[in-house]
């Protein structure tokens, strides 16, 4: 079993950054592919990022060039450091595990998930 625990959200003005970090129980996180999810009132879970096993690194288009995904250099954290935030990155974000290899986007194939950070950013 592997607890996941989100942490690093908050308030903050569209064009300023955060870093939301995930910690892992019972599991390294070497062993998965890992992701961040974001969920807004009303829309559906969508990846914003992950890392394979062999630590490829993949993005939804409407991140790319200001989110970077990480693991930390204790094995059992992962982060993601979130540059020039628009009001529309507001939302719940989750970290994800899955133990199926490759570029995972699809929530359903991850089998752990953390409870949820709120990110909002104003505008």
């Known amino acids: 079993q592997v607890q996941l625990v989100e942490s690093g959200g908050g308030l903050v003005q569209a064009g300023g950054s955060l870093r939301l970090s995930c910690a892992a129980s019972?599991?390294?996180?070497?062993?998965?592919?890992v992701g961040w999810f974001r969920q807004a009132p009303g829309k559906e879970r969508e990846l914003v990022a992950g890392?394979?096993?062999?630590?490829?690194?993949y993005y939804a288009d409407s991140v790319k060039g200001r989110f970077t995904i990480s693991r930390g250099n204790a094995k059992n954290t992962m982060y993601l450091q979130m540059n020039s935030l628009k009001p529309e990155d507001t939302a719940v974000y989750y970290c994800?595990?899955?133990?199926?290899?490759?570029?995972?986007?699809?929530?359903?194939?991850?089998?752990?998930w953390g409870q949820g950070t709120q990110v909002t950013v104003s505008s």
């Open positions: 994800a595990a899955s133990i199926l290899s490759g570029t995972l986007r699809d929530p359903r194939v991850y089998d752990w």
């Open positions: 019972g599991r390294t996180f070497s062993s998965y592919t």
């Open positions: 890392i394979s096993r062999n630590d490829n690194t």
